[in-house]
């Protein structure tokens, strides 16, 4: 008898813990509002890293990196 309601008052707090709430949609992934980036640059140079076809021609290149800049 003490098993069985140890296990039923478990089984609620699980419940309780897993059970979605009202306000549990994905989590919003917006960028800060930045006025100085050009949005449509970044848009497309993420896009030119996605589809590039190896590691080697999107390599970085910038401040701190010892290389110097792709011809």
């Known amino acids: ?6 296990v ?7 419940g309780w813990f897993f ?4 306000d549990a949609g994905p989590a919003r992934r917006e960028r800060p509002e930045r006025p100085d980036v050009n949005e449509a640059e970044l848009e497309a140079a993420e896009r030119d890293v996605q589809e590039a076809a190896d590691e080697e021609s999107v390599r970085d290149w910038g ?9």
């Open 8 to 14: 039923v008052v478990l089984l609620i707090i699980l």
């Open 63 to 71: 401040p701190g990196t010892g290389h110097k800049p792709l011809p």
């Open 1 to 6: 008898m003490g098993l069985d309601a140890g």
């Open 19 to 22: 059970w979605p709430s009202k």
